[in-house]
């Protein structure tokens, strides 16, 4: 979303103390295993697509993005709950069709000092028209994602 920016790297695998969580530098620990880092790598990777969509800020400890990929019409929606308890959020998809199947995954930790995480895909979430009411984890990464389908 930065017009001047073309391109990130992040080294996935590198570190120098015995350590690895001592900085927030590592996707993996000494023995190549995910550290909360490099699952974060994960859920980004794993559903970007291809435009980055305009989406408001919920509140003070929910953040939202979404991208959108407009040759399949598939849809990844990304929710941020910072907050230590777990935080109802509506969503309205704004000139978005598609249909109603969706997959939800949550990345959560047991507090922001986490060195274990967990993702798991849950239960696909409720959607009536354009609008989904659901409830998010507590300090976590919440990923609705729906499915390509074929344009008309």
């Not at 859920?43 to 040759?71: H, L």
């Not at 967990?118 to 609705?144: F, Q, R, Y």
Request: aromatic letters at 14%.
């Amino acid at each position: 979303s930065f017009n001047q920016v073309d391109y990130v790297h992040f080294w996935t695998s590198r570190w120098f103390e015995s350590d690895p969580y001592a900085v927030d530098n590592s996707a993996f620990d000494a023995n190549y295993q995910l550290t909360p880092m490099g699952y974060s790598l994960k859920v980004w990777n794993t559903f970007i697509k291809g435009k980055i969509v305009y989406t408001t800020q919920v509140s003070e400890t929910v953040r939202s993005w979404a991208s959108y990929e407009p040759t399949d019409n598939s849809l990844s929606i990304f929710l941020l709950n910072k907050n230590q308890v777990s935080q109802n959020v509506n969503i309205n998809l704004n000139s978005y069709t598609n249909s109603i199947d969706n997959e939800c995954w949550v990345l959560k930790g047991a507090s922001p000092q986490s060195r274990t995480v967990t993702w798991n895909k849950s239960d696909s979430i409720s959607l009536k028209g354009s609008k989904i009411k659901t409830k998010l984890e507590p300090l976590s990464v919440t990923v609705i994602t729906f499915p390509s389908s074929k344009l008309e």
